[in-house]
């Protein structure tokens, strides 16, 4: 499978612990970018990346949340100390190019947060 | 403050027949617009996309059209298949270096029935 991957899928967290969201962008691919979906909500932008660079945080909550796209390994966001209202679909990207390209992201499945 | 709006949360056609979903948007400094269809339990894959520079774009069944004066722009299905169900997201960037940055409305599911 050559698609964007993400895992877990599927991710249940009680109020105050860690989560752990990993992406794996398409063959080729070395620009990442993470997309939050809140319940009856749109995509939301959080953060773009490169190997070992984030470029855009612009869209990141200031607090307990962060990313990182090391130069071996999947690209992971992590938030801290979950709370409720982080229960979301938390989409990853990629694209074979940076800012020069059109706004055509490749989507991974996405990971279900769920905060109980 | 929701810069991208598809007000129509439902749309149902029949088969074979032309499904139009809606879009609006307020920042005048949008200039590129895309199309997104998402199934259930996937991520959502590109569709179709249309520049500000032009007011069309047709890519087999799938036409865009784009009005900058009303900041509004359309999808038109033409024949609509079942295969079509799915929840089509509207999304728009700026130019300039931060078009990877899409700003999406929050979507509308389109039914087909055969």
């Known amino acids: 499978n050559a698609g964007v991957m993400q895992n877990p899928r599927h991710l249940v967290r009680r109020r105050g612990q860690e989560a752990r969201l990993r992406c794996s962008p398409m063959?080729?691919?070395?620009?990442v970018y993470w997309y939050r979906q809140l319940p009856e909500e749109g995509l939301k932008f959080m953060v773009y990346?490169?190997?070992?660079?984030?470029?855009?945080e612009s869209g990141m909550p200031k607090e307990r949340f962060s990313a990182e796209f090391p130069k071996e390994g999947p690209s992971i966001l992590r938030i801290q100390q979950v709370v409720r209202g982080d229960s979301a679909a938390y989409f990853c990207?990629?694209?074979?190019?940076?800012?020069?390209?059109?706004?055509?992201?490749?989507f991974g499945e996405g990971s279900r947060l769920t905060v109980l | 403050d929701q810069q991208v709006k598809q007000n129509s949360p439902s749309l149902s056609v029949q088969e074979g027949r032309i499904s139009i979903l809606n879009c609006d948007y307020t920042n005048s400094m949008f200039d590129y617009f895309l199309w997104y269809k998402k199934y259930p339990a996937e991520g959502p894959t590109f569709l179709i996309s249309i520049s500000s520079i032009k007011d069309k774009n047709e890519d087999g069944r799938f036409t865009v059209f784009l009005n900058k004066s009303a900041k509004h722009l359309s999808l038109h299905i033409v024949p609509s298949q079942p295969g079509d169900s799915a929840v089509y997201f509207c999304?728009?960037?700026?130019?300039?270096?931060?078009?990877?940055?899409?700003?999406f409305g929050k979507g509308t599911l389109l039914t087909v029935n055969p």
């Open positions: 990346l490169q190997k070992e660079n984030i470029i855009d």
């Open positions: 999304a728009a960037s700026k130019s300039g270096g931060s078009n990877y940055k899409l700003t």
């Open positions: 063959k080729g691919h070395s620009h």
């Open positions: 990207a990629s694209s074979p190019r940076g800012t020069q390209n059109t706004g055509e992201l490749f």
